[in-house]
């Protein structure tokens, strides 16, 4: 027996559990989250006798007679301060790392109310985020000190919502006080706990799967091989990704599942789990593009080792190249990253009615996952109501199915609730991972700098199943040429299967490798043709009417010159600057079916705002406000926005490809203008009451190779460009990004989706490091690189805009995956004016963050 003080009451544990395990499971103190269990995230943060501490790797009996406190046992007082501050300061996000991020913050505060910046980055450095890159939660900090020092009274909530203007986010207040619900903090009467028995080598044959003494066990309910999965595929558009492994099968990565396995306990999980015995045939595993396309590769799929192909020809470059002043050919290498998300994945699935299956997920369609489960259960996709918690974060890595099928799978056979989860380790093994590419480029152009023409090839390793590799390969293409105007292009790109992870969706989705690639193209020609790189982006920078290199006309809302512009002295004044310019398209465009839809129901007197679009963080309940009140005039306090159900809101697609603002948000737009319509005929909500409106937006565009002059592949672009500032050391200390996202709907959003995606593209640069040899991950949390606030240089923003506007959305253009696109091109550029060395391949070596040059 272990008596403890938390939050001022003394509390018993009757074993010498982890205190986080005691904390959530037995006092369902759900503010501290279990984000690593390796002590590395901070997510589990509590303050002990006045100092942070992390809950997770110590247990119960080292907190004897010592003073516990959580979010949860904060003053009235501490809590209105801090929903305010990190309200008004944007530093809220997804969410999950926030509570831990307040304990720091309170840590710091009890003892100095008058603290510097340096001194809030030593105070959270122990705490990671991955959506923020700590500006905003510095500023929250350094902001409540101010509050609390001087005793400031907390405004009210305005009355007015309007686009292009600072709004606390409607999730703030969960997301501060620890009181949102992700799925891991749900626990049901009667829940059952489930996980996989996953391959022990990345190719191999299984020749039998002994259950027998696994199934023996008393805390076991069940075990399911392939044999009970009605249609044992998934997969987010190919179908191609096995739920298990049967006997006689080959492996294809160290991530597929042969058993699944529950338990009534979940602490008995990995014994169970250890009980089932498997008799392999390691076979040798293809573990690089190159050797797939071999003549002699096994085949990893039936249908061949190229998953996907996509060309792009406009013009004529092999004759713009042949006749052209000055020409560069240099190969790249990008590998593979992680997305770093800090709530690792986890469902919950339970029987619903006679034969359905009710489904708590977070991941970033509800509709993605109804289309799936139902397809591996073969059943009506009306039988399968998929709800959403809040999300921590996903930034493309929660598109495909992880754990979600696998909880519906087992609560589909023994008709019981189901969690599935994986551990951190799980989830940076067998989740998907950014696209690991090998690209060959060659830039042109004339005595004066305009460029001429290109051509590429880009290979890309998809791992061992399809998930988004085809619209990546499409992205990396359509992008490959850069935001300039030249329309001789000769693009072509293979998506490869090998026996690696996966290669799934990222923020970024492809360009962020290829921009890489012409970006340090570019600089070399600005080097020949004796003109410096900004200049030379200047004379090229796409503007409007003009024609991209995937032939789109550029419309009146393009601004990449006026970005170039915003950035030119602070590049020019520093010798070690870096720069790059990057586009990024908003919606999946290319010809496909692109729609976001949106219903208004008058409940009670308020107005629900009913849409699938999934939040990761990006401020989904926001930005459909904002469009909202911009539209009617009517108080925010009077909206509620929904979350996603596949019973109650309608299908809006994916958050990906940065879409929900533009497509989703002009169904808002037009759903509103309904509203309106009835509001200004001097109607009240009161008298709408059960009334609902409906709206939806589709976009038209082309395929990729569509026989027409000017394709339309996207809705829009954003455009950005980036300096990346270090000093004489090779420390990055300061970056500047120029972005035109067109209308930003809120400013802090745009400002924090800004900052967080710089910071992941220095991580992405210089110090991440995702490892896999012979097809094996190796890395942990703690090792991969994830950049903490004390990395974290200084950060500005400037938000610039074109003369015109796209006509969706009051003119708001996506942002969320542009904004790490030229990080990289700009770092590489940086260190070739610091040292003249050209540096082709990431994470970038022999700099200030990694000493060790390339063998």
């Given at each position: 027996m272990f008596t403890l003080n938390i939050n001022g009451s003394d509390v018993t544990a009757t074993s010498d559990k982890p205190l986080l395990t005691f904390l959530r499971d037995d006092l369902r103190i759900t503010s501290a989250k279990d984000g690593c269990s390796e002590g590395a995230c901070g997510t589990c943060t509590i303050l002990v006798d006045g100092k942070a501490v992390k809950a997770c790797v110590q247990k119960v009996s080292k907190f004897v007679g010592k003073r516990i406190v959580t979010v949860e046992g904060l003053s009235a007082r501490e809590k209105a301060v801090y929903e305010q501050c990190f309200g008004e300061a944007g530093a809220v996000q997804c969410?999950?790392?926030?509570p831990g991020m307040i304990i720091s913050a309170k840590a710091l505060l009890d003892d100095n109310l008058k603290p510097s910046r340096a001194d809030v980055k030593k105070a959270i450095n122990g705490n990671l985020c991955r959506c923020t890159g700590y500006k905003k939660i510095e500023d929250a900090i350094l902001l409540a000190a101010d509050?609390?020092?001087?005793?400031?009274?907390?405004?009210?909530?305005?009355?007015?919502?309007?686009?292009?203007?600072?709004?606390?986010?409607?999730?703030?207040?969960?997301?501060?006080?620890?009181t949102g619900t992700f799925v891991d903090d749900i626990e049901l009467p009667g829940m059952i706990y489930a996980k996989t028995v996953r391959s022990k080598y990345p190719r191999a044959r299984i020749?039998?799967?002994?259950?027998?003494?696994?199934?023996?066990?008393?805390?076991?309910?069940?075990?399911?091989?392939?044999?009970?999965?009605?249609?044992?595929?998934?997969?987010?558009?190919?179908?191609?990704?096995?739920?298990?492994?049967?006997?006689?099968?080959?492996?294809?990565?160290?991530?597929?599942?042969?058993?699944?396995?529950?338990?009534?306990?979940?602490?008995?999980?990995?014994?169970?789990?250890?009980?089932?015995?498997?008799?392999?045939?390691?076979?040798?595993?293809?573990?690089?593009?190159?050797?797939?396309?071999?003549?002699?590769?096994?085949?990893?799929?039936?249908?061949?080792?190229?998953?996907?192909?996509?060309?792009?020809?406009?013009?004529?470059?092999?004759?713009?190249?042949k006749n052209s002043k000055y020409v560069v050919t240099r190969k790249?290498?990008?590998?593979?990253?992680?997305?770093?998300?800090?709530?690792?994945?986890?469902?919950?699935?339970?029987?619903?009615?006679?034969?359905?299956?009710?489904?708590?997920?977070?991941?970033?369609s509800v509709y993605d996952e109804q289309r799936e489960i139902a397809l591996m259960l073969q059943i009506p996709a009306q039988k399968v109501h998929c709800q959403t918690q809040l999300v921590g974060g996903g930034f493309g890595g929660k598109e495909d199915m992880s754990v979600q099928h696998l909880a519906a799978l087992m609560a589909w056979h023994t008709k019981k609730p189901v969690k599935v989860k994986f551990s951190r380790q799980e989830s940076l093994d067998y989740h998907v991972k950014r696209h690991a590419m090998e690209m060959e480029f060659t830039t042109a152009c004339d005595e004066n700098g305009y460029l001429t023409g290109m051509k590429a090839v880009i290979i890309a390793d998809t791992g061992a199943y399809a998930s988004l590799g085809g619209p990546v390969l499409h992205r990396a293409c359509t992008h490959a040429a850069g935001p300039y105007n030249y329309q001789n292009v000769d693009i072509y790109g293979m998506s490869v299967y090998t026996n690696n992870v996966v290669g799934g969706a990222f923020r970024g989705f492809g360009v962020t490798q290829s921009c890489f690639a012409t970006e340090n193209n570019i600089n070399l020609l600005a080097e020949l043709a004796g003109i410096s790189p900004w200049e030379i982006r200047y004379r090229n920078a796409i503007r409007p009417g003009q024609v991209l290199p995937n032939g789109q006309i550029a419309d009146e809302s393009v601004a990449m010159a006026e970005c170039l512009e915003a950035v030119k002295e602070v590049y020019e004044s520093n010798?070690?600057?870096?720069?790059?310019?990057?586009?990024?398209?908003?919606?999946?465009?290319?010809?496909?079916?692109?729609?976001?839809?949106c219903i208004l129901s008058i409940e009670e007197g308020k107005v629900h705002i009913r849409t699938s679009a999934a939040?990761?963080?990006?401020?989904?309940?926001?930005?459909?406000?904002?469009?909202?009140?911009?539209?009617?005039?009517?108080?925010?306090?009077?909206?509620?926005?929904?979350?996603?159900?596949?019973?109650?809101?309608?299908?809006?697609?994916?958050?990906?490809a940065s879409r929900q603002t533009v497509v989703t948000g002009e169904a808002v737009r037009r759903v509103s203008e309904e509203l309106k319509v009835e509001l200004d005929k001097g109607l009240t909500l009161s008298d709408l009451e059960g009334r609902e409106f409906y709206g939806e937006y589709s976009v038209k565009s082309d395929p990729l190779g569509a026989i027409k002059d000017n394709p339309i592949s996207h809705v829009s672009y954003s455009y950005g460009a980036q300096v990346v500032i270090l000093n004489e050391d090779g420390k990055v200390e300061k970056v500047v990004a120029a972005y035109d996202v067109g209308t930003p709907v809120n400013i802090q959003s745009v400002e924090?989706?800004?900052?967080?995606?710089?910071?992941?593209?220095?991580?992405?640069?210089?110090?991440?490091?995702?490892?896999?040899?012979?097809?094996?991950?190796?890395?942990?949390?703690?090792?991969?690189?994830?950049?903490?606030?004390?990395?974290?240089?200084?950060?500005?923003?400037?938000?610039?805009?074109?003369?015109?506007?796209?006509?969706?959305?009051?003119?708001?253009?996506g942002?969320?995956?542009?904004?790490?696109?030229?990080?990289?091109?700009?770092?590489?550029?940086?260190?070739?004016?610091?040292?003249?060395?050209?540096?082709?391949?990431?994470?970038?070596?022999?700099?200030y963050y990694k000493k060790t040059k390339n063998k």
């Open positions: 969410g999950f790392c926030i509050y609390f020092r001087e005793d400031i009274a907390i405004p009210a909530l305005p009355d007015q919502l309007n686009v292009a203007k600072k709004f606390k986010r409607f999730d703030a207040a969960e997301k501060v006080h620890g020749n039998k799967i002994d259950i027998s003494k696994a199934a023996a066990h008393p805390d076991c309910v069940k075990i399911l091989l392939a044999a009970d999965v009605p249609y044992n595929k998934v997969g987010h558009i190919k179908p191609d990704w096995d739920v298990m492994i049967a006997e006689g099968g080959i492996t294809r990565y160290v991530g597929d599942s042969l058993a699944l396995v529950a338990t009534y306990h979940k602490e008995m999980l990995e014994e169970v789990c250890r009980l089932v015995e498997v008799d392999y045939t390691e076979l040798e595993p293809v573990t690089c593009p190159t050797d797939a396309l071999r003549a002699d590769a096994p085949l990893i799929h039936a249908d061949g080792n190229v998953m996907s192909r996509a060309g792009l020809q406009r013009g004529n470059a092999d004759e713009a190249i790249y290498k990008t590998p593979f990253q992680e997305h770093g998300f800090m709530e690792p994945e986890c469902a919950i699935a339970m029987p619903e009615g006679e034969d359905g299956i009710f489904l708590y997920s977070g991941g970033q010798p070690y600057a870096g720069i790059a310019i990057g586009f990024k398209n908003s919606g999946t465009g290319m010809g496909k079916k692109d729609i976001g839809r939040c990761m963080g990006q401020g989904i309940a926001t930005m459909c406000a904002t469009v909202l009140c911009e539209t009617t005039g009517l108080n925010p306090a009077l909206l509620v926005h929904e979350r996603a159900d596949t019973v109650r809101t309608p299908n809006s697609g994916t958050s990906t924090g989706q800004i900052e967080g995606g710089v910071i992941m593209g220095l991580g992405y640069a210089m110090t991440e490091d995702f490892k896999v040899e012979g097809g094996y991950p190796k890395t942990k949390l703690g090792t991969l690189g994830l950049m903490r606030a004390k990395d974290a240089p200084e950060l500005e923003t400037i938000l610039v805009q074109g003369k015109g506007k796209i006509p969706q959305t009051y003119g708001a253009k942002c969320g995956e542009l904004c790490l696109i030229p990080t990289a091109p700009a770092c590489s550029h940086a260190y070739y004016r610091l040292d003249g060395k050209l540096r082709t391949q990431l994470p970038l070596q022999d700099t």
